[in-house]
């Protein structure tokens, strides 16, 4: 699955990025973990699962680096994500559940 870089600058264009992302990858489940952070600068290793609404089932991973401006907004966002196919979900634990 090939992604294509795509700069928001407003957030309407946000908005709409994340409402079209989210209405084709289906039933996320999320974990992030913060690797380092100092003054306006994060990051963090994340994996999700979804499902597209065809029923294949993926697994994305990967690292961000995220770094804000004065008012907490974020101004820089670099992400390197893996999208691997797999042959069903539920691989990462619900912190609801357990499961």
Same mark, same amino acid.
């Given at each position: 699955? +090939? =992604? /294509?870089?795509?700069?928001? =600058? #407003?957030? /309407? ?6 409402? @079209?992302?989210?209405? =084709?990858?289906?039933? %996320? #489940?999320?974990? =992030? ?7 306006? &600068?994060?990051?963090? &290793?994340?994996? !999700? +699962?979804? %499902?597209?609404?065809? $029923?294949?089932? !993926? @697994? /994305? !991973? $990967?690292?961000?680096?995220? +770094? ?11 992400? /390197? ?6 042959? %069903? ?8 559940? $357990?499961?």
């Amino acid at each position: 699955m +090939e =992604k /294509s870089v795509r700069v928001c =600058k #407003r957030t /309407s264009e946000i908005v709409a990025f994340l409402t @079209r992302k989210w209405s =084709k990858e289906l039933d %996320h #489940r999320l974990i =992030k973990e913060a690797w380092a952070f100092n003054e306006n &600068r994060i990051a963090v &290793r994340f994996a !999700y +699962e979804w %499902h597209n609404d065809s $029923g294949n089932c !993926y @697994r /994305s !991973y $990967g690292n961000e680096n995220w +770094e804000f401006d004065k008012y907490g907004l974020m101004q820089v966002r670099h992400a /390197s994500i893996n999208d691997l196919p797999t042959l %069903h979900l539920r691989q990462i634990p619900d912190e609801r559940t $357990g499961c």
